[in-house]
């Protein structure tokens, strides 16, 4: 994976004058930094939950409560392991395989959603067989699409195919559907301003991922509303 460079230059407006430096996009490093700290972000909660749990299990005096340390101990493995998996494919090389079914994702893609208030609605069939850097692009839309619905709603993800070009479009609809203004930096391959970067990384890499493959992404926000169509 590569990321554009960009380098902070005054600018000029029509008028002559000075105006504020464009702020660049970080280096690989400190792209690799974020997405590390993103990572250790979504590991954090469940981990700390399986130790809360075991610490119950040791306590002489929580033995009542040995039931409930289980069943976190349970929930938050599971979390933990869809977690894992989502982001071998949406980050990583995920295994040596060079492809990828629908099956396979859906599997993913609904562990994850299990986690969040938004339901998923993939309109994919399942014998479909997509390539690494198509399939890596997948998880990270549908990801970005739930996570747009932090009041629950539906997050619909179509495919179309004309030749070897495919094009996947993401719908997500319910109450205050949005996106975060890092959000929206990054899904414009912009820098991130002076927003949170957990919160713009992993738009900023499904941009990198499209646009490195030769694709475009595009985006609209309504009110209630977010679709995102992406071209490869």
Request: include cysteine; charge should be negative.
């Amino acid at each position: 994976m590569t990321f554009p460079e960009a380098t902070v230059a005054n600018t000029l407006d029509t008028d002559g004058a000075e105006t504020t430096p464009l702020k660049a996009l970080p280096n690989p490093h400190e792209l690799a930094t974020q997405l590390i700290a993103k990572l250790c972000h979504d590991f954090i909660s469940p981990t700390g939950a399986i130790v809360s749990g075991l610490d119950l299990l040791e306590d002489p005096s929580a033995q009542d409560m040995k039931e409930d340390a289980i069943n976190l101990i349970k929930a938050s493995s599971k979390k933990l392991v869809s977690i894992v998996y989502f982001a071998r494919v949406a980050f990583g090389a995920a295994t040596t395989a060079e492809d990828f079914s629908i099956k396979q994702l859906r599997k993913i893609l609904d562990d994850m959603f299990s986690t969040m208030r938004a339901t998923l609605d993939l309109n994919i069939d399942d014998e479909i067989v997509l390539e690494k850097p198509v399939a890596r692009a997948l998880v990270n839309l549908v990801y970005i699409a739930g996570g747009a619905l932090p009041l629950g709603g539906t997050a619909t993800i179509d495919m179309a195919k004309d030749g070897d070009a495919i094009t996947f479009t993401a719908l997500s609809t319910g109450k205050k559907a949005r996106l975060k203004p890092e959000a929206v930096e990054g899904l414009s391959g912009d820098p991130l301003g002076d927003g949170l970067s957990g919160q713009w990384i992993q738009p900023f890499w499904l941009h990198s991922v499209v646009t490195e493959a030769g694709g475009t992404l595009t985006f609209t926000a309504e009110e209630d509303r977010l679709e995102i169509i992406v071209k490869m």
